[in-house]
């Protein structure tokens, strides 16, 4: 089952703050986070496993809480750069990962 | 290190053609999977597996076939186009909880 994001489209300025969210109806083991720019692969970002443990970039900050099956990602002093669409992915067991509808991020100078 | 490498980068197909999309990755990962791309729509599984001769189905299987007989090679086989699966497909390949590597994608046209 898809996870769901929300927003589904945010414009930044540069330099401003933006926390994009993921929600599941299961029970989960881990959440992926990956950034995809138009016409390229998805890129990883982040994953936040069930126990606390995080995997990612030094840069990047991500929130799992478990009981509520719900993630965030925080994107602090936003950059051009940063523009891009960014999907959450969950996993239910099996290491079987599912994408949600991805959330549109633009950043305007 | 070429990490995961999709073959044809760009495919047209006629209505009821079959084909194969290949998948190739040079970590030794057990876990690989195909996902396909519409506008609107993310990323949605269509067959992953768990190690060599082992597949499973994701959300929309329907139409495509996989077999996994060595680590690195995960081909995903269309059956009888449809214009209906007109997309970008994506293979990724992973460790047990650990990053997802894709390959460049497939865009694949069906007249």
């Known amino acids: 089952q898809q996870p769901v994001q929300s927003p589904q489209a945010v414009i930044l300025r540069e330099g401003e703050d933006a926390v994009i969210n993921c929600s599941s109806s299961?029970?989960?083991?881990?959440v992926h986070w990956y950034r995809q720019k138009h016409g390229e692969a998805p890129v990883f970002l982040m994953i936040?496993?069930?126990?606390?443990e995080q995997k990612g970039h030094d840069k990047i900050s991500a929130s799992f809480n478990e009981k509520k099956q719900q993630s965030s990602l925080y994107l602090t002093a936003s950059q051009l750069s940063y523009s891009g669409t960014y999907f959450c992915?969950?996993?239910?067991?099996?290491?079987?990962?599912?994408f949600g509808a991805g959330t549109i991020l633009r950043v305007k100078s | 290190n070429a990490g995961v490498t999709q073959t044809p980068k760009f495919q047209v197909l006629k209505t009821g053609q079959s084909m194969t999309l290949q998948c190739a990755q040079d970590?030794?990962?057990?876990?690989m999977s195909w996902y396909r791309q519409d506008p609107g729509m993310g990323l949605r599984l269509i067959h992953y597996?768990?190690?060599?001769?082992?597949?499973d189905q994701g959300e929309v299987p329907n139409g495509y076939n996989v077999s996994r007989s060595t680590t690195e090679d995960f081909p995903l086989r269309l059956l009888s186009a449809a214009p209906s699966q007109t997309s970008v497909y994506f293979c990724?390949?992973?460790?047990?909880?650990?990053?997802?590597?894709f390959g460049q994608g497939t865009r694949l046209t069906v007249v």
């Open positions: 970590m030794n990962h057990e876990y």
């Open positions: 992915g969950t996993e239910e067991g099996g290491n079987k990962l599912v």
């Open positions: 299961k029970a989960l083991y881990s």
């Open positions: 597996s768990v190690g060599a001769g082992i597949t």
């Open positions: 990724a390949s992973s460790s047990l909880r650990s990053e997802a590597f």
């Open positions: 936040l496993l069930k126990g606390g």
